[in-house]
């Protein structure tokens, strides 16, 4: 459990590092000009290393506490924001930190090791079949300068990514790993998610589009992961356990949407 744990908080320091770093060269410079920024550029390398930890932590871990201990990167986003963009944190926003902690604590605590196990094909199928759906909406939605349904559709990539990772087994080799149809869909997943998520950032205002993009990201796929891959708690802890999650997502909203300018 200890490596998996590890994993996901090296991955939630990454993310929130990244976020704030792209967050600067979205507003720095408009349109496809971002993309060859060097501060969203190295934003990129962090996410890239992120989500390296994050599929090592998905191997021994459900997607719920991975998901939701990833949610943590709102704190290192906020805490770096503050130097970044000379924001103040308020009692509130500090409180909201500590509550968000606190759950991610509980969470931790309630979870077992639990092995991933292969994709069955019919979610493959469904993934395959989701993933140019999502790509074909962004594509629409990118000329429009609409930063919530962009961060709705980014959640839900991201939400593709992570389901597709849970249900990627890396016990083979690398020729073994490429061959799997499934970690294509995970890559494709996360560009369309990266690439939302730039967007609303680029045209919206951080708190909510942050808010909207991380509850979507928890939700979607932890409820999936339940319902399709026998995703639990530990035992006696199930309480606990969606206790913390609702304690978690709770502090995320409070902490983004009551943040200055959201």
């Known amino acids: ?58 191997q021994h871990l459900t997607l719920f506490t991975v998901q939701a201990l990833l949610a943590g990167s709102l704190v ?34 309630s979870t077992g090791t639990q092995p991933a196990q292969p994709a069955a094909q019919p979610l493959v199928w ?42 990627l087994v890396l016990d083979g080799g690398v020729i073994q790993l490429l061959r799997e149809p499934m970690l294509w869909l995970v890559l494709g997943f996360g560009v369309v998610a990266m690439a939302g998520y730039t967007r609303a950032l680029e045209f919206g205002h951080v708190g909510p589009a942050t808010a909207v993009f991380t509850v979507i990201e928890v939700v979607v796929p932890g409820i999936a992961g339940m319902l399709l891959l026998g995703d639990a708690a530990r035992e006696g802890w199930e309480l606990a356990k969606y206790g913390a999650i609702a304690l978690s997502l709770g502090s995320c909203l409070w902490l983004t949407l009551g943040s200055p300018g959201a």
């Open 1 to 58: 459990m200890l490596p998996g744990l590890t994993a996901a908080l090296a991955a939630s320091i990454g993310y929130g590092t990244a976020s704030v770093l792209e967050a600067v060269a979205a507003r720095r410079v408009g349109g496809a000009k971002v993309y060859a920024h060097p501060l969203y550029l190295a934003g990129i390398g962090l996410d890239l290393l992120a989500w390296l930890c994050s599929l090592l932590a998905l």
């Open 76 to 109: 290192v986003t906020m805490l770096l924001a503050r130097w970044v963009f000379a924001s103040e944190l308020s009692r509130a926003q500090l409180l909201a930190m500590g509550l968000l902690i606190a759950g991610l604590a509980v969470l931790a605590l």
């Open 126 to 167: 469904t993934l395959a079949g989701a993933l140019p759906v999502l790509a074909a909406a962004l594509a629409v939605l990118y000329p429009k300068r609409a930063p919530m349904p962009t961060a709705v559709l980014a959640g839900l990539a991201a939400s593709g990514a992570a389901l597709g990772a849970r249900g």
